[in-house]
Nanobody
Framework: QVRLVESGGGAAQAGGSLSLSCVAS????????MGWFRQAAGKEREFVAG????????GYADSVKGRFTISRENAKNTVYLRMNSLKPEDTAVYYC?????????????????WGQGIQVTVSS
């Protein structure tokens, strides 16, 4: 069972940048697709970005495309989310997730392990 712990995040001004990290413990990290999701207050959890097992393929929600970058270092069992040009609507709890297969996915149901979540707050 993969366990995930997020770090980074916090508060930023609109137009600023933040970075999130997620360290995985447990077997087979390098074989698993990874993703970031977020949930704003009063809203459903939504897909942000996903990456396949090797890091060679990634995908983004339209709302963050061109501003956010997902990456991974398999040697460190870590996946990252770099967030640039932040907007107040990016405010949410961000979750790291490990897929049940090597591909990244936009569907939360494809992810079998989740981190505890970390708050990101963007002020205007």
């Amino acid at each position: 069972q993969v366990r995930l712990v997020e770090s980074g995040g916090g508060a930023a001004q609109a137009g600023g940048s933040l970075s999130l990290s997620c360290v995985a413990s447990g077997p087979h990290f390098s074989r698993l697709g990874m993703g970031w999701f977020r949930q704003a207050a009063g809203k459903e959890r939504e897909f942000v970005a996903g990456i396949n097992f090797s890091g060679g393929n990634s995908g983004y929600a339209d709302s963050v495309k061109g501003r956010f970058t997902i990456s991974r270092e398999n040697a460190k069992n870590t996946v990252y989310l770099r967030m640039n040009s932040l907007k107040p609507e990016d405010t949410a709890v961000y979750y790291c997730a490990a897929a049940s297969h090597p591909s990244g996915s936009r569907q939360a149901s494809d992810y079998g392990a989740w981190g505890q979540g970390i708050q990101v707050t963007v002020s205007s």
